[in-house]
């Protein structure tokens, strides 16, 4: 708890709390909690307080852009990133077989837990705190893009449109690893191009990496 502690610069009145954050359905017992609830309200508390930092720190920018910045911010891939930076994965509760999967390396667990530990945050101290861990791991990511991101998928799909082509078109190739830790491997074309394949641990994760890859061969990623 004293290395979570220094990680977070915060320190539970309820380390239950934080306990349960960092819990994986596989480690607990039967009736046991998880993180799975805590990442449900984590989720949006971290929606709540990026759109408010967000909407003090673009005041001449509209929703769409807000939004665009916001869908960025909080999806799985950045939480994952925050999660490795703060060194979570050695700290989360896994069984021997999901360690043994690279569980503390996946990016869909550290990212489940990065918002369950937001929300455990929230629970123990309210909103501020949460603002103030929310503010010092996401301020630099907030202000890194000087205009609103657009993702692979969407700047793939733009791409195409301005050539005149259909839509890309995403097949799932392959599936593997367990239910709660799968592996994706997501194929993409568009029009008479060779496709590019992506992997991930979720399908969206897999289809921006191809969307990503096929951009980077038609050096289109930023036209």
Same mark, same amino acid.
């Given at each position: 708890m004293r290395e979570l502690t220094e990680i977070l !610069? $915060? !320190?539970?009145? +309820?380390? !239950?709390?934080? *306990?349960? &954050?960092?819990? %994986? *359905?596989? &480690?607990a017992g039967r009736g046991e909690p998880t993180y799975e609830r805590l990442e449900f309200l984590g989720d949006r508390v971290l929606a709540l307080v990026i759109a408010d930092l967000l909407y003090? %720190? $673009?005041?001449h920018e509209d929703e769409g852009a807000l939004a665009k910045r916001l869908v960025a911010l909080v999806r799985r891939e950045t939480l994952a990133e925050v999660a490795v930076k703060l060194d979570l994965g050695p700290l989360i509760n896994l069984s021997k077989g999901e360690e043994d999967a690279g569980g503390h390396e996946n990016p869909a667990i550290l990212s489940d837990v990065c918002e369950a530990l937001i929300g455990a945050i929230y629970r123990d101290g309210g909103l501020e705190p949460a603002r103030r861990f929310l503010e *010092?791991?996401?301020? +630099?990511?907030m202000t890194a893009e000087k205009t609103p991101p657009k993702d692979a998928k969407t700047s793939l799909q733009e791409w195409a449109q301005g050539k005149g082509f259909d839509l890309p078109d995403y097949r799932t190739v392959a599936r593997s690893g367990p239910d709660h830790a799968p592996h994706f491997t997501i194929e993409v074309r568009v029009a008479k191009y060779p496709p590019e394949r992506g992997e991930g641990a979720t399908k969206r994760m897999a289809e921006q990496a191809a969307a !990503?890859?096929?951009l980077e061969r038609l050096g289109a990623a930023n036209g």
């Open positions: !610069e $915060y !320190e539970f009145n +309820d380390p !239950e709390l934080a *306990r349960i &954050a960092l819990t %994986h *359905r596989s &480690a003090e %720190h $673009y005041p *010092r791991h996401w301020q +630099d990511l !990503e890859l096929l």
